[in-house]
């Protein structure tokens, strides 16, 4: 019994990868099908989503409205659709931005050490003493409310991870044989960084892409939600969430259906950055 | 420097470079205390008056130096709406902040620790698969999103729960238990999932060592095992993960706080920053920070005290 146990154990443990290869099928779809309606939101004849009409307010779902209608009677499918563009837009380019930043400074910290790394590593350690929500909060609440300036703040509050990531890469690459020989050969720093490490470096960064886009959205979310984030008539599924909070005693769905949506996403969102770390980095699938 | 020394110091850098960054950022960005406090109509000369009032007209660095100098013998100024001062504001609302947090944390190693024994008594079973998918989902939520799917279904379906609305332990531990409940939850139910999951990889770790091997051979229970033998050296990364996770909760706190209109900090921070009352956003979030980069120290200082291995490795590096 015990033996069995223990080798139960051992295989769990050493078990290569899971096999969902199949189930990744339903996340993707689900992304995809995100992606193309943000993406044709304007061409498929979707109704103004900011568009109210106070006599058809909390209309159940129909055919005429297939997701009914919100507190303000706005179309609540269109404003999914158009929310999910909002969501897209900052979960994509947030982090776009922070590693464009972070990575510049995890590469540097990496590679040059000394001083430079020292100060990398007390700028990420600084950022990081913040509880990243009232960082956020912070910073949105003194730019102002906009799209760009939510995407900037959540923006450099992904500098300290992707900074992290980098920074380790590039360690571990920097030592190795073939930067020994391009630089022997006389290639500048600038070349060795950009031809030698930077390729090496695309994949991690890459799978952590995948995973912060889903704490981002997820942030965006919140702030929306906290009436901090997407300006008002905007849509924004978290803004959507806290509006339908209201009504949660007579339209439930108002508050039901965008927080399902982003559920859906954000599981699928893990799904395939999960599947994709695997494949990037079998070693820390082990969790 | 011994290593506790050299700590220490970085801890007091740490705090210094935090509160400066705090207070850069509120007093650097946009957004003038003074128009909002007088409103559009005021005439320059009265803004200028009472910039002057408020001495936001000298330079900011010295206003640091200022503010720091009284944070530290625990004024954090007067909130300018009201006057309220703030240091007394934090202290009235951080019990509240603080129950929170630790019932979403009893919660969450409530789930977590049953969990994840319960699952490595057979790996890749039946039980570990659903617990491993469950985790799987209830990380997926945000937590705005189920706190508004926990009021509707324990509020507005049922009826078994207050909505929002918080009662002071003082009018009844019952009642005040009870308006707690789906605040925590709504932490707990996300936070046990991180926790389960490194837990449960320490003690497939743990399990393959010998001593445990011995303990079986003993003839001990299996359920002895685990819980007398491999549970005890498997939770240190689970009290790691308990520090790190605190920012995340202090976040969420925020967010629960406001959704079942519960008076905390995370509130009053909100509160002040829809008012624009820069005195009160800086002193919160800067006791926010503050009070998140002691209790992540506390708990690498505890982490060494609790494996001497660590210590042993840390001390020498």
């Known amino acids: 019994m015990s033996a069995s146990a223990a080798k139960g154990a051992v295989v769990a443990a050493t078990r290569p990868r899971r096999r969902w290869h199949w189930a990744l099928a339903l996340p993707l779809g689900w992304l995809m099908l995100v992606v193309f309606l943000a993406i044709t939101a304007d061409w498929i004849g979707l109704p103004d989503p900011s568009a109210q009409e106070l006599i058809l307010r909390r209309k159940p779902p129909s055919a005429e409205y297939l997701l009914g209608t919100d507190n303000l009677g706005r179309d609540m499918l269109s404003r999914i659709i158009y929310g999910a563009r909002t969501s897209l837009i900052v979960g994509i380019c947030a982090p776009f931005l922070g590693f464009l930043v972070g990575g510049a400074i995890g590469m540097s910290a990496g590679y040059f050490r000394g001083k430079i790394d020292m100060l990398a590593v007390g700028f990420i350690d600084i950022l990081l003493a913040f509880p990243s929500l009232v960082l956020a909060l912070t910073f949105t609440a003194y730019l102002g409310q906009s799209l760009f300036n939510v995407t900037l703040a959540l923006g450099i509050l992904s500098i300290p991870a992707a900074a992290r990531v980098s920074r380790a890469n590039t360690l571990a690459w920097a030592n190795r044989d073939f930067v020994l020989a391009a630089r022997t050969i006389g290639a500048s720093n600038w070349r060795i960084i950009t031809r030698e490490i930077l390729p090496n470096l695309l994949p991690p960064m890459f799978a952590f892409w995948l995973v912060a886009i889903s704490v981002i959205i997820v942030a965006e979310g919140a702030l929306s939600f906290l009436g901090l984030g997407i300006p008002a008539p905007q849509p924004s599924w978290g803004g959507m969430i806290a509006d339908g909070r209201e009504a949660l005693d007579v339209a439930p769905y108002t508050a039901l259906i965008p927080a399902a949506v982003m559920f859906a996403t954000v599981l699928s969102l893990n799904f395939v950055g999960d599947m994709v770390r695997n494949m990037v980095d079998p070693r820390r699938s082990a969790l | ?317």
């Open chain 2, 1 to 317: 420097m011994p290593w506790i020394v050299r700590q220490l110091v970085r801890l007091v850098v740490v705090l210094f470079c935090v509160t400066l960054l705090t207070y850069m950022i509120v007093n650097i960005l946009p957004g003038d205390v003074a128009i909002v406090i007088l409103g559009n109509l005021a005439t320059p000369q009265d803004i200028a008056g009472l910039r002057a009032d408020l001495g936001l007209d000298r330079p900011m660095l010295v206003r640091y130096f200022d503010w720091l100098g009284s944070a530290l013998s625990g004024d954090l100024g007067r909130s300018y709406r009201n006057g309220e001062p703030v240091a007394q504001a934090i202290i009235d609302r951080l019990p509240v902040s603080l129950q929170l947090m630790v019932m979403a944390q009893v919660i969450a190693l409530g789930i977590a620790i049953p969990v994840a024994l319960l699952s490595v008594r057979k790996p890749g079973g039946i039980f570990d698969r659903i617990s491993a998918s469950a985790a799987f989902g209830f990380l997926a939520m945000p937590n705005f999103m189920l706190g508004i799917v926990l009021i509707y279904l324990f509020s507005v379906s049922f009826d078994l729960l207050p909505a929002t609305g918080f009662t002071p332990m003082s009018e009844g531990l019952w009642d005040n238990f009870e308006s707690m409940i789906l605040p925590s939850l709504t932490l707990g139910l996300i936070e046990w999932t991180v926790l389960m999951r490194v837990l449960r990889s320490d003690l497939l770790t743990t399990l393959k060592e010998d001593f445990i091997l011995l303990a079986r051979v003993k003839g001990l229970s299996p359920w002895r095992v685990l819980l007398r033998h491999a549970l005890r050296p498997s939770s240190f990364t689970l009290i790691t993960i308990l520090g790190l996770n605190i920012g995340g909760l202090i976040g969420g706190a925020v967010i629960v706080e406001q959704i079942f209109a519960l008076p905390g900090v995370g509130r009053l921070l909100l509160g002040g920053i829809f008012n624009r009352d820069l005195i009160l956003v800086q002193g919160t979030v800067a006791f926010i920070a503050v009070g998140f980069v002691v209790i992540n120290f506390l708990v690498d200082m505890l982490y060494a005290v609790l494996d001497p291995r660590v210590r042993h490795v840390r001390f020498r590096s």
